[in-house]
């Protein structure tokens, strides 16, 4: 996100208004008529002069005060003067100066440039050309602090610029993640509907039990894979006997001694489970059950009851080698799909009940009076 200040962007080429007031001038030179009538001339263009006579007052000066512009005797104090230009230069960088010259030469001429004077004036000089060198130094100074001031109010931006970029990209990959997760559970709920809706429908071709139970068998072991799975279905007294199996790698000669112990331990404690119950170790499976479990040692169980209501209309065990364990998904499809059987079984059983033939109740059952000699003479 930008910063919410609309002229954030303006401010790059954005100059304060305040005034700069009159340029302050250090006139670096021996004491001379000459210096006197610079110094006259300056302040009358408004300048504030700052004079030093001396090589140590002039450094005492630019250690006190800043300047927009000096003007520098180059040999004044036996070339001392050369030696403050270089020092100004190095404490006061953006000061622009103007170098007076006894002597000029090419060497003189390329240092000045490159202390940053902007001018060498030969003496004996008048007040003119020192007062146009001056108003030149103070242009280009001030000119400079814009520049330097503006370069500060740039970093600053580009500061607030990245903060700005970092906290962007943390949102976007915060919004790309919800996004990516949104589409996950759409996706997720979207298998679910066209999963229930398949089972549905294969379901509701059955019209008998046995069909019913084998349809089911079928399509479930179509998600898991290959297992053993067993379906048990309980009679009008509570108790549970074999509805449907399948055997997958379960030796034959324990399959019925294994199904009969799941019809007594298992389905009664599944009755009072309301959640799917799974187990990868035996100890952990014979404490939940109360009992030895040692007939499933190294499976992965898979155990869960399909209710209408408040009725238990069946159980179902799957397990395999824990070596070859169920997805972690298997919760979410046998969820989907065991409410549609628990349904669909409900549904058989109501069919089977209304279409089972019945005697009609005796007369006498019904309260009707009877008379044995109803018709005969008297």
Request: proline share 5%; with cysteine; hydrophobic share 40%.
């Amino acid at each position: 996100m930008l910063p919410d200040d609309p002229n954030f962007l303006n401010e790059l080429d954005t100059e304060p208004t305040t005034p700069e007031g009159p340029a302050r001038v250090l006139v670096a030179a021996p004491d001379s008529p000459d210096r006197s009538a610079w110094c006259e001339a300056l302040k009358r263009a408004g300048h504030a002069v700052t004079l030093a006579d001396t090589d140590e007052r002039a450094r005492r000066a630019l250690a006190t005060d800043t300047f927009d512009a000096a003007v520098i005797h180059a040999q004044a104090w036996s070339g001392d003067g050369l030696r403050l230009a270089r020092h100004l230069h190095r404490c006061q960088f953006r000061t622009r100066m103007v170098l007076l010259t006894e002597t000029t030469s090419f060497d003189l001429a390329l240092e000045a440039l490159r202390l940053g004077a902007v001018d060498v004036i030969p003496l004996p000089a008048d007040d003119e050309s020192i007062s146009y060198g001056v108003a030149c130094a103070v242009l280009k100074s001030r000119e400079c602090g814009r520049d330097e001031r503006r370069l500060i109010r740039l970093r600053d931006m580009c500061r607030k610029l990245n903060a700005a970029k970092v906290e962007s990209s943390k949102q976007v990959e915060v919004l790309c993640q919800d996004l990516a997760n949104a589409y996950e559970d759409i996706a997720e709920q979207l298998n679910e509907v066209a999963m229930a809706s398949e089972f549905r429908t294969l379901l509701g071709q059955e019209l008998e039990l046995e069909g019913l139970l084998r349809t089911t068998m079928e399509y479930l072991l179509s998600k898991t894979g290959p297992t053993n799975a067993a379906v048990f279905l309980p009679d009008p007294h509570g108790e549970y006997s074999l509805g449907a199996y399948v055997n997958y790698n379960c030796p034959r000669e324990s399959a019925d001694v294994l199904l009969d112990h799941f019809c007594r331990v298992i389905c009664p404690q599944m009755e009072q489970e309301s959640e799917i119950v799974r187990f990868d170790d035996a100890a952990e499976l014979a404490d939940w059950l109360g009992t030895d479990a040692a007939f499933l040692t190294e499976c992965d169980v898979v155990a869960f009851h399909c209710k209408q209501g408040d009725d238990c209309l069946a159980v179902m065990v799957l397990f395999r080698d824990r070596r070859n364990p169920f997805a972690e998904d298997l919760a979410m499809i046998i969820d989907t799909l065991r409410p549609i059987f628990a349904r669909q079984v409900s549904s058989v059983i109501r069919v089977h009940h209304r279409a089972k033939p019945q005697w009609p109740k005796e007369a006498a059952e019904e309260g009707w009076e009877t008379d044995e000699d109803y018709g005969l003479a008297a």
